[in-house]
């Protein structure tokens, strides 16, 4: 909800600026939320974002948020199946961990799991509901604390502003269907309404991979004229089979098999969201914002090892969390002076069963926080933020009950420069913490308490944007040093804390509106993530590219017909586990999709083309050890040549 007050604020030494080209040529102004957890326009904080506004996200015809984000500079996804499903989004090198140092959220609400390793399910936000995704460079250790390390994407839905109904059938590869349906309103009275449902059903490019999956969501909203009251309802029911890892020899022979071992892993997953939110105007300068919200995840699944039978296993928690927050906006001589101020308390409750044994957790993690940005001149903005957070854990295993508490606070500090009306320059200090997980506390086989120490960190980072009408481009080169880095050591089966380690990197990235119709786009993104330290000194973070890159193009062949090419690379990587560097490297490789959208009165046509040339390749893989145990390279392969069709039509 947007309150009559909102005018140019400035916010957050740790999170972003967005400044879009088309937004240059037309001087439309840019909703961002992430930079001080609260809506605000026309934003210079020392640090970067990028916001991708919804005719973007039509346009690419992309059907998930993989899709979407893998385009995206500073941005490498890994995933083991190509659908969206199991996939991670790793900022700044992160690797294997990639979903616990990166910070995912929907509408200001964690995706990330603080419990445990799962990583955030990327798929429970269907892109037809979303209305921007701002996507944060950068830690953000100040304003949003625990695995806000490498940087932070989140997703702002649409909220109901008039009437509109969606109905949508689309087709695809592997045998792939989808039905969606949604409709919405906003009545005089004030109260408004939003729901959507959607199923959607695939082989997906592996055998046993078959998926099946049914999104429910409801939203109601109803504004006042000093505030405004909304409540959620989501429900997501999610089976899919799950084929595993392949060795070279495997691959070779069928790339699309599921490895014998493999045969019957499947994960089955209901997952049920409720939210209540608040905004309210609390006199001239200040307002109040928070939100209580309750997930529960209740998980059956199966996943084997090669050389352990598999068996039932069950894994359940239930999330609560309430994120009240103050907001002073205060004017002053150079400008306006922002203060965020608030607290973030979440408790999880944990069950994990499997035929090791059953770990239990029952976990509480508190945090409070303030952010406050002053404009020095009328051209420099000066923010500095602090957090304290704190963990207590209670973790029952076979062995017995361990209490691991802990705590961590943190400071920010940035500089934003506005040089001239085209050239905007930023530096930053952010410190930056991650607790580690009850699967990280406890042996992943026999369950005994490991106790592992708190991830610590500090990023510094200097940023140049520049943007006439038309044409933009950014720079950024940041340095992000760990301590106590969480990982996992597959030669132990353990989960361990490396010794220091290193990330350096810098992102280039431009666009160019060079006609009314056409756009293009592209970047660059180099990334050196090291261990600095101990036995490991000098080798690199497995799964991390050092070079990746994008180019693409929107064409807008006439009014009603748009067509997108996008092509994407990324270099070789080290395989997952492989802290010594010392196996095959995961080949770099270069794909090239294509969308397209044809729009007359009600009804939209698109398609969406993936990996056009028809490469093979894998996007991930990981040491593993074979039936006669002996350490070898394991692939997922990902998805040649495939295509989806969609038909919508909407009345409004």
Not at 506 to 515: C, D, K, N, P, V
Request: a negative charge.
């Amino acid at each position: 909800m947007k309150h009559p007050r909102r005018s140019r604020c400035f916010t957050a030494g740790l999170l972003l600026f967005s400044n879009l080209p088309l937004q240059a040529a037309f001087h439309l102004p840019t909703i961002v939320i992430s930079a001080s957890r609260t809506e605000q326009t026309s934003i210079e904080t020392p640090a970067s974002i990028t916001v991708i506004e919804q005719d973007e996200i039509e346009n690419s015809g992309a059907q998930n948020l993989q899709q979407l984000l893998q385009t995206r500079s500073g941005i490498q996804i890994n995933t083991l199946y190509g659908d969206g499903s199991q996939a991670t989004i790793d900022m700044r090198g992160f690797g294997p961990t990639a979903g616990s140092n990166t910070l995912i959220l929907v509408d200001g609400r964690r995706l990330n799991n603080p419990s445990d390793i799962a990583a955030p399910d990327l798929n429970a936000i269907d892109l037809r509901r979303v209305e921007r995704i701002e996507i944060v460079q950068g830690s953000a250790g100040t304003l949003y604390g625990n695995q806000a390390v490498g940087g932070m994407v989140n997703i702002i839905t649409r909220q109901p502003e008039a009437f509109s109904a969606d109905i949508a059938a689309a087709i695809g590869s592997y045998k792939g269907r989808e039905g969606y349906a949604h409709i919405s309103n906003r009545l005089d009275s004030g109260l408004a309404y939003r729901f959507s449902a959607k199923r959607r059903i695939s082989d997906n490019y592996r055998d046993n991979n078959e998926t099946d999956r049914n999104d429910f969501n409801l939203r109601l909203d109803y504004q006042y004229e000093s505030g405004g009251l909304f409540f959620e309802q989501q429900r997501v029911d999610h089976y899919q089979q799950l084929p595993g890892s392949l060795f070279a020899d495997e691959l070779a022979q069928n790339r699309r098999q599921s490895a014998a071992a493999y045969t019957g892993d499947f994960s089955d997953t209901e997952t049920n969201v409720s939210r209540i939110g608040l905004q309210q105007q609390l006199g001239l300068y200040w307002s109040f914002e928070g939100e209580l919200t309750y997930r529960d995840n209740d998980r059956e699944f199966q996943t084997s090892f090669r050389t352990f039978p598999g068996s039932l296993a069950t894994q359940d928690r239930t999330v609560k969390g309430f994120n009240p927050r103050f907001i002073g906006v205060y004017p002053m001589a150079q400008g306006e002076a922002r203060v965020t101020a608030g607290a973030d308390l979440e408790r999880t409750d944990y069950s994990l069963q499997t035929s090791f044994g059953p770990t239990g957790l029952d976990q509480s993690v508190d945090a409070i926080y303030a952010q406050i940005t002053i404009p020095a001149t009328d051209r420099i903005l000066v923010t500095g933020g602090f957090r304290h957070a704190s963990v207590d854990n209670q973790i029952e295993s076979f062995a017995g009950i361990d209490q691991l508490d802990d705590s961590e606070s943190v400071g920010a500090l940035g500089v934003s420069l506005q040089a001239n009306d085209s050239l905007r320059l930023f530096v930053r200090v952010d410190e930056n913490f991650r607790f580690a997980t009850v699967d990280e506390h406890t042996n992943p086989v026999f369950g005994q308490p490991v106790g592992l120490e708190n991830q610590t960190g500090i990023s510094h980072e200097a940023g140049a944007e520049w943007s006439r009408p038309g044409l933009s481009a950014k720079l950024v080169i940041y340095r992000l040093d760990l301590e106590n880095e969480i990982s996992f050591d597959t030669s132990g089966f353990s989960n361990i804390n490396l010794d220091e380690t290193k990330r350096e990197g810098a992102t280039l990235e431009g666009r160019w509106q060079i006609h009314p119709d056409i756009t293009l786009g592209g970047s660059l993104t180099y990334t050196d993530p090291r261990i600095t330290d101990g036995p490991f000194d000098g080798n690199r973070i497995p799964l991390v590219a050092a070079r990746t890159g994008q180019v693409s193009g929107d064409w807008r062949l006439s009014p009603k017909w748009n067509l997108f090419a996008e092509g994407l690379f990324s270099s070789q990587r080290v395989l997952g586990g492989d802290f010594n560097n010392s196996f095959e490297t995961l080949p770099g490789y270069g794909v090239l999709n294509l969308g397209s959208q044809f729009i007359t009165g009600p009804w939209r046509l698109g398609l969406r083309i993936d990996n056009l040339l028809d490469k093979q390749y894998s996007n991930a893989g990981a040491v593993g050890f074979d039936a006669s145990f002996t350490k070898s390279a394991a692939f997922f392969p990902a998805p040649e040549r495939n295509l989806w069709l969609s038909l919508n039509y909407r009345i409004e």
